[in-house]
């Protein structure tokens, strides 16, 4: 007797199967939308026969093949056959399934997702349409799921995505196997993306906040790659740092939905478990020797990670790790980073000194603003430091960061 | 007999599993353990493969991601004393149930002491 599989556990074999199989389609028909037409027409025939005959051995590869068949008879009805590239049309009618099968297995794949999530980061395209894209068509998320993460509503949602698809048609896809130089240039740029993914689900995933999932979304997509470049030290500290500020989630926002500090959250609420993953992460690519942003900024987190309490940081090594961040990427953000951690370690009036020249080219963002009105605070200088939290809260970006400020604003009596 | 129960699945859909399917998941096995408490011993769960380093011996080679590049990955094991196959074969029936897909492998343990201590053995000897 075979044991035929339930729905839930199709659709989830469905969702896994999607970054590959959507990617091998795009290579087949260079065009994203057949490449995801394709993946849905194989999910549909995928319900039903998968419940009468049983799951196939190699379930990417079926959703592969089906797709392909199924989209190439609607092409040839609809005689756009000729629209194909007449190379590619001739060698695929020769094409059998053993050989595609085959062809999928090792180095295609990983150029295939690679390929599927740098046309995704295509640089012309503004960050917003960039995350938009690679959650429609890379992780399948509906535009509906999308648009409430955005919270703009559906259509313009489907519009950001219909636009951002026609600007990377326009540009031209790059479809060529890349060179050792270029897949490394490559992944560096989909990192970025992938941490824009989880950074737009980090800024207010609380718990009512249904951006909470574009986090789980990021380190899907990090575990994924990483499965197939195992040996990119970055890419494990980029899959580190999202772990261990995942594991944060629970103690990040109160019982009224306000954000708790690091310092103030109920460290016994962090995911151990992620936090183990993200030390074990680490500590491996620590082994490759080859330092860059992401393990820096991992290591700085597994810092906190390790502190059992608030008063135990480290923020000597933290101020170190910052100093270090800020010779390999300069930036203003990392240097307010590290006024925070050297406001604990050589006090408020050095840290201020190290934001006060910052204001010019971060007038306009929330945290500055924030971080000033603390260390004003502290200072006792209380009327510049209202001044300060009444400006970060006019650049708030979520109402959890606003009710924050409002708090300390508060305090000020 | 001892036997442990190597637990493979696609890797990459449990890990796409949200918090709450995996901890309903765990809840499910974990109901099986409970009415089979004289049975089980330790409990395994690894992290996923992405966190694994290999040790190639032949070639003295510290590689990234685990030794076998399979379809389904080894996630776990449970350690099971039991009467016989036949018992074991029952309960990994009941594991199933409460976690569909994949496979279980049934291995028979030996035990090995490095320091040659003598400590009670498996419960039933060969033949």
Redesign the interface.
């Known amino acids: 007797m075979v044991?035929l599989?339930?729905p839930g556990?199709i659709e989830?074999?469905l969702?896994?199967?999607r970054p590959r199989a959507v990617a091998a389609l795009l290579r087949y028909f260079r065009d994203l939308d057949l490449a995801e037409e394709a993946f849905q027409e194989a999910c549909l025939r995928a319900l039903t026969k998968w419940q009468e005959n049983g799951p196939p051995r190699?379930?990417v590869a079926w959703l592969i093949l089906v797709g392909r068949n199924v989209t190439l008879d609607h092409v040839r009805r609809q005689s756009r056959l000729t629209e194909l590239p007449d190379e590619q049309a001739s060698s695929d009618r020769e094409d059998v399934e053993g050989t595609l099968v085959e062809r999928l297995d090792g180095s295609h794949y990983r150029d295939d997702i690679l390929r599927l999530l740098f046309t995704c980061s295509h640089p012309e395209l503004p960050t917003t349409q960039q995350i938009a894209l690679a959650l429609r068509v890379v992780s399948g998320l509906s535009v509906r799921q999308i648009a409430r993460a955005f919270v703009v509503d559906e259509r313009a949602m489907e519009q950001r995505i219909t636009r951002a698809k026609a600007r990377i048609a326009q540009a031209g896809l790059p479809f060529e196997a890349p060179g050792p130089v270029e897949r490394a240039e490559r992944l560096v740029v989909v990192g970025a993306m992938i941490y824009l993914i989880f950074n737009e689900g980090y800024s207010d995933a609380s718990p009512g906040s249904q951006r909470g999932?574009l986090c789980?979304e990021g380190i899907?997509l990090a575990?994924?790659l990483?499965?197939l470049f195992?040996?990119e030290p970055e890419m494990?500290g980029l899959?580190a740092l999202m772990l261990l500020q995942h594991a944060r989630r629970r103690a990040r926002f109160d019982a009224q939905g306000s954000l708790v500090l690091l310092e103030q959250q109920d460290r016994s609420l962090w995911d151990q478990t992620v936090v183990?993953?993200a030390l074990?992460?680490l500590d491996?690519a620590m082994?490759h020797r080859r330092p860059g942003p992401y393990q820096i900024q991992a290591a700085i987190a597994a810092l906190h990670a390790r502190a059992k309490q608030a008063s135990d940081t480290d923020w000597a090594e933290i101020d170190q790790l910052y100093a270090a961040l800020e010779r390999r990427t300069p930036s203003p953000v990392v240097t307010l980073n590290r006024a925070v951690a050297v406001s604990k370690v050589r006090g408020p009036e050095a840290a201020l000194e190290m934001v006060e020249p910052l204001g010019a080219q971060l007038a306009g963002y929330f945290y500055f603003h924030g971080l000033r009105g603390a260390l004003l605070k502290q200072l006792g200088r209380s009327k510049e430091a209202g001044e300060a939290f009444k400006r970060a809260i006019g650049l708030a970006g979520t109402a959890a960061e606003a009710a924050h400020i409002r708090e300390q604003l508060d305090g000020l009596g | 007999m001892l036997y442990t129960l190597l637990c493979y699945n696609d890797e990459l859909m449990t890990s796409a599993w949200s918090d709450e399917k995996d901890a309903e998941v765990m809840a499910c096995l974990g109901a099986v353990h409970a009415k089979y408490k004289k049975q089980f011993g330790p409990v395994v769960r690894l992290m996923p493969t992405t966190a694994a380093t290999t040790f190639r011996k032949d070639e003295n080679l510290v590689i990234d991601g685990p030794y076998a590049e399979t379809k389904e990955q080894l996630l776990g094991f449970h350690v099971l004393d039991v009467e016989n196959l036949e018992q074991a074969v029952q309960i990994v029936r009941e594991l199933s149930e409460a976690n569909p897909g994949g496979a279980y492998e049934i291995r028979p343990i030996m035990l090995f002491y490095p320091d040659g201590a003598s400590v009670p053995g498996p419960t039933v000897k060969d033949g």
């Open positions: 044991d599989p339930d556990w989830s074999k969702v896994a199967a190699d379930a999932a789980e899907r575990r994924l990483l499965r195992p040996s494990m899959l183990g993953e074990a992460m491996k082994l």
